[in-house]
């Protein structure tokens, strides 16, 4: 079993910057790619950013490219990041982490077998 647990949402003004955490632990591996998802309300949950376990660049919905960044840390592989600047109304969501156990870090939710319960981040106009 993996458990992931994600923190740092919470209510923050539009142009303003969060950080959320995911700590992951049980039964993890180096190999891992770790994903962030979110999903508004009433909306289908969409893709964020990816790593995968190769290297250290991830990759980015075109929603967020410029504004949020992944990354992992270095000492510990089973804690990712995610930097989130310049908020916007519309990046209101609920923030999950997810596993890709592929090690790949795919944009398909389907390709994730763990998740966590997810945080919420709510930007006011």
């Known amino acids: 079993q993996v458990q992931l647990v994600e923190s740092g949402g919470g209510l923050v003004q539009a142009g303003g910057s969060a950080r959320l955490s995911c700590a992951a632990s049980?039964?993890?591996?180096?190999?891992?790619?770790m994903g962030w998802f979110r999903q508004a309300p009433g909306k289908e949950r969409e893709f964020v950013a990816a790593?995968?376990?190769?290297?250290?660049?991830?990759?980015y919905a075109d929603s967020v490219k410029g504004r949020f960044t992944m990354s992992r840390d270095n000492a510990n592989k089973n804690t990712v990041y995610l930097r989130m600047n310049s908020l916007k109304p519309e990046d209101t969501a609920v923030y999950y982490c997810?596993?890709?156990?592929?090690?790949?870090?795919?944009?398909?939710?389907?390709?994730?077998?763990?998740w966590g319960r997810g945080t919420q981040v709510t930007v006011s106009s």
């Open positions: 049980g039964r993890t591996f180096s190999s891992n790619a």
């Open positions: 790593i995968s376990w190769s290297d250290d660049n991830p990759y």
């Open positions: 997810a596993r890709d156990p592929t090690g790949l870090g795919s944009t398909n939710d389907r390709v994730y077998d763990y």
